[in-house]
């Protein structure tokens, strides 16, 4: 059980940054594995970035690979995202998610909680 509450979205030009953060409510934050999806109007959800439990492994969309950064901080019960060299097709809906007690995962499936979402837009 956690609540998240993902922040830092805004609008932002092309080629220019942004930092997400997903607050989680829990009290064993250390025992969810965690990612970023994102959904832009009239499209599906699609696997941004994950992050297993101690932090120690990274995945990322093809789409994304080197240009952002999934991290995690236990004792803050933080995930982040930082975006840099953000391009106009990164405009979404930015959602952070966490499965209880187990692995990471590429597809939403498996995921149990979901924030609310925060909006990035990208101008060109």
């Known amino acids: 059980q956690v609540q998240l509450v993902e922040s830092g979205g805004g609008l932002v030009q092309a080629g220019g940054s942004l930092r997400l953060s997903c607050a989680a409510s829990?009290?064993?934050?250390?025992?969810?594995?965690m990612g970023w999806f994102r959904q832009a109007p009239g499209k599906e959800r699609e696997f941004v970035a994950a992050i297993t439990r101690s932090g120690g492994d990274t995945y990322y969309s093809d789409s994304v690979k080197g240009r952002f950064t999934i991290s995690r901080d236990n004792a803050k019960n933080t995930m982040y995202l930082q975006m840099n060299t953000l391009k106009p097709e990164d405009t979404a809906a930015y959602y952070c998610?966490?499965?209880?007690?187990?692995?990471?995962?590429?597809?939403?499936?498996?995921?149990?909680?979901w924030g609310q979402g925060t909006q990035v837009t990208v101008s060109s």
């Open positions: 829990t009290r064993t934050f250390s025992s969810y594995a």
């Open positions: 998610a966490a499965r209880a007690m187990g692995a990471v995962a590429i597809s939403s499936t498996p995921y149990a909680y």
